[in-house]
Each structure stands twice: as C-alpha cells, then as structure tokens.
C-alpha cells in the first residue's frame, strides 16, 4: 500500500467516524425517549467499535481499549436482565469504563497529531472526532459525578425528569458536556458545588484550550520549514 492511498484510507476512516458520531449524539437524544432506546443502544455499540478501529493503532492499545470497550458494552446490554436496584451501580461501572476509553482515543488523536509534521485530511477530521469524543467523556465524568453526589448539580424541573432513567441521564450529561466546553450557559442544569463546579472549570478551560492548540498545531503544520541555506 502507498502512502498516498494509506493517507486517502484514513481521510475516509474518520471522515465515518465524524459522520457517526454526529448522527450517534441525534440519536442520544431521540434515544431519551420510548423504544427509540434500542436504537439508541445499537448505534452507541457500533460507535464504540468504530472509534476503537479508527483510532487505536498501536497494539498495546488496541488490545487494551478492546477489553474495555467490550466490558462496557456487555455490563451495559445487561441492565435489561438486572434488578432495578442494581442499575445504578451498573451505571456507574459503565459510565467509568466509557470515560476510561473515551480519554484514552482523546489522548491518541491528539498524540497522533502532534507527532506529524505536515497537516492532512485524517487529520483535520480527527480533531474535529477528538472534540466531540471528548464531549462524550466529560459527559461521563459528570454522570460519575451526579450518581455518586446527586447533590452536587441542581436542574430545572422540565429537564429532571430525564435523570431517573439511564439513557435521559446520558442524554442530559452530554448536553451538558457540550456547553461546558464551549462556555455555554442555558441555567437548566447548574453545578452546586464541588466536583460538580469543579469540573465544569476544567471543561470549559479545556475547551478552549484544546481548540487554540489545535489550531496553533495546524497552522504550525501549515508554514514552510525554513532550512539553514533559507536564513542565509
């Protein structure tokens, strides 16, 4: 395989992978709701999957993040077979190992692309894949967060209702991920106090953070290296 078709294999890997994850956040959504749930299931599966194939290249890792993204969907097919009462605890394993493998692809995206030198398509689509993936993270932190101190975040009456059920609760964390990091605030779901308004700092700081970065990266990408003979 060349270089050229390697690099064009990989400007289709993510540009799938952006386009999955897009529809998968629709989905969660809608997923909130009724049997939509099933699919909402399914595609969050297949997303997983897809992320551990475009993402984790190097061995260890792969193998690694394979072991945890089948545990993850395992434990979570199996809150149908449950107890109601063990459902939260279920929940917070789920949530644990998802934001495990989350950060993880966020890490290797990352890795990935400051160890290039010349800017690409993969690698545009894959910071744009980074920063939704880590929407996806920080909305499991602060899942971990509510059900281990409810008390922490304090949510208007209309959008409570999603907490009791465990695909509203994944919904309204996500939504509430995205504004963190993009320093939104709509006054529906507030953090009272620590970890809860502790995490919504390092969201938003790492927001921002890890768009100006980004961007500096490409732009660094972008500019011609300058050889000894050019100073002359």
Known sequence: ????????????????????????????????????????????????????????QRRRERAAMAVVITLAVVLSSSRYFVAESFIDTLSLAVQALLAVFLWAAVYAILHDLFSKRSAGGANVLGAVCGYLIAGGAWGRINAITYLLMPSAYGFSPEIAA?????????????????????????????PLRAPATTWSLFGAMFGVFYTAVVVSQ???MARPVRTEGDLE
């Open 1 to 56: 395989m060349t270089v050229q078709t390697h690099e064009r294999l990989r400007d289709r890997k993510f540009a799938l992978l952006l386009a999955l994850l897009c529809v998968a956040l629709a989905i969660e959504t809608i997923g909130a709701q009724g049997s939509a749930r099933y699919l909402a299931d399914a595609v969050g599966s297949v997303l997983g999957v897809a992320i551990w194939f475009v993402v984790f």
């Open 218 to 220: 490409f732009v660094g």
């Open 162 to 190: 999603l907490l009791p059920h465990w695909h509203g609760r994944e919904a309204l964390f996500s939504y509430y991920a995205f504004t963190q990091m993009l320093t939104l605030g709509y006054n529906d779901v507030n």
